[in-house]
């Protein structure tokens, strides 16, 4: 299975900083690559596919880039409603797999 | 806008099956652009793809959860349902169903754009 690995797995900031959250893939998985949001209690909210699309009414400060076995999403201003867990996922194989998560919290 | 809704007892029994429906609303599940996933999120830890299926009636299964794994689907009723066998405390999670939208070229893969809202599944005597 391809391993998807999340860094870091938490850390916190504030409110109008840039924010950059890494997924690195086990092998290469071109652009196969989704993010989503999490907030508690909630179910996960899809950002972005293909490594770079931003879904439907997502804002526009949300950004996702790379190929390969790296990948990045960019928050560039951080909103309250912003504070939440995200995830990447692999779907190069049907054997579909998640990175680890990483929890952006309030500093 | 598609619409998915899990239902099913929210406690099982250690060494019994852990059976689950999601209803589908707001488009055919016979849509030739969507898989049906299930995927589980134990407390306080991440997600898990447990399996998918086609309308067709086509599966796909995490290779670490398939001898126990069953997911069949139900176009007649818009339905499609998840059945865990022989679990045990580690099955404990919510569980989500969600719509899995195809990636062309690639067999069963794809990115989740629906999601049900989840519905806790505790395993206890």
């Known amino acids: 299975a391809i391993r998807m690995t999340q860094s870091p797995s938490s850390f916190s900031a504030s409110t109008g900083d840039r924010v950059t959250i890494t997924c690195r893939a086990s092998q290469g998985i071109s652009s196969y690559l989704a993010w989503y949001q999490q907030k508690p209690g909630k179910a996960p909210k899809l950002l972005i596919y293909a490594a770079s699309t931003l879904q439907s009414g997502v804002p526009s400060r949300f950004s996702g880039s790379g190929s390969g076995t790296d990948f990045t999403l960019t928050i560039s201003c951080l909103q309250s409603e912003d504070f939440a867990t995200y995830y990447c996922q692999q779907y190069y194989s049907y054997r579909l797999t998640f990175g680890g998560g990483t929890k952006v919290e309030i500093k | 806008q598609l619409q998915l809704q899990e239902s099913g007892p929210g406690l099982v029994k250690p060494s019994e099956t852990l059976s689950l429906t999601c209803t589908v609303s707001?488009?055919?599940?016979?849509?030739?652009?969507?898989?049906w996933g299930w995927i589980r999120q134990p407390p306080g830890k991440g997600l898990e793809w447990i399996g998918s299926?086609?309308?067709?009636?086509?599966?796909y299964y995490n290779p670490s959860l398939k001898s126990r794994v069953t997911i069949s689907v139900d176009t007649s009723k818009n339905q499609f349902s998840l059945k865990l066998s022989s679990v045990t405390a580690a099955d404990t999670a919510v569980y989500y169903c969600?719509?899995?939208?195809?990636?062309?070229?690639?067999?069963?893969?794809?990115?989740?754009?629906?999601w049900g809202q989840g519905t806790l599944v505790t395993v206890s005597s």
């Open positions: 707001g488009g055919s599940i016979s849509s030739s652009s969507y898989y």
């Open positions: 969600a719509s899995l939208f195809r990636s062309l070229g690639i067999a069963a893969a794809g990115f989740f754009d629906y």
């Open positions: 299926i086609y309308y067709s009636g086509s599966t």
